[in-house]
């Protein structure tokens, strides 16, 4: 099991970027799928991009193809989410997930990771 800390949240003009952070701590020697999901008020968590354990692979959904980047720094245990191109219909608490596991593994169902953070609020206004 991971702790996972979120940040790098805020306010932001549509058309603007923003990095989130997810930064983990813990059993941190044992290999680990990461992945961030987003959930809205009155709907369940969507998923948005996941990295493999050996940051080769990675699978971002399709409203976020093209504008958001995820990446893993295995030295500092730490994945980010670079996303570009915001619009107001990101808005959303997002939250990352840890799931144990080896290679090329990937979830992008929400009941596939074990381990969550807190999340961080993205708000995109015009």
């Known amino acids: 099991q991971v702790q996972l800390a979120e940040s790098g949240g805020g306010l932001v003009q549509a058309g603007n970027s923003l990095r989130l952070s997810c930064v983990a701590t813990g059993h941190t020697k044992s290999t680990y799928s990461m992945a961030w999901f987003r959930q809205t008020p009155g709907k369940g968590r969507e998923f948005v991009a996941a990295?493999?354990?050996?940051?080769?692979?990675?699978h971002t959904s399709d409203a976020v193809k093209g504008r958001f980047t995820i990446v893993r720094d295995s030295a500092d245990n730490t994945v980010y989410l670079q996303m570009n191109s915001l619009k107001p219909e990101d808005t959303a608490v997002y939250y990352c997930a840890a799931e144990w596991a080896e290679g090329s593994w990937y979830g992008i169902a929400s009941s596939e990771y074990s381990d969550w953070g807190r999340g961080t609020q993205v708000t995109v206004s015009w």
């Open positions: 990295i493999s354990p050996d940051g080769a692979t990675t």
